[in-house]
């Protein structure tokens, strides 16, 4: 199990970034947590098997809603955390 959390820039808010962000996890069996930060980003604590979450990760920096736009995206790795499924934060 890895976990990772990720910092992502561009256009992600008021795009449906953070719901589209919950379908991919669920799609691909990631747990953790989306919120918009006050910034203007997205940050998200995503954990799943290694392939899923790089997969999962590759999704994220292409953008999971047509409307939305990765500029720049920062990952650090983290310890896993014990969560169940993907939850929107606010």
């Known amino acids: 199990m890895q976990a990772v959390k990720l910092h992502v820039y561009g256009r992600v808010q008021g ?13 691909l069996g990631i747990a ?9 980003s997205v940050y998200i604590e995503a954990q799943g098997e290694l392939t899923k979450l790089e997969t999962f990760i590759n999704r994220i920096k292409a953008s999971p809603t047509p409307s939305g736009k990765v500029d720049k995206m920062i990952i650090r ?3 896993p955390i014990d969560y169940s499924g993907f939850q929107i934060t606010y």
């Open 32 to 40: 953790g947590i989306v919120r918009n930060d006050a910034d203007g």
């Open 77 to 79: 790795k983290i310890p």
């Open 15 to 27: 795009v449906g970034f953070r719901y589209c962000t919950k379908i991919v996890a669920e799609d």
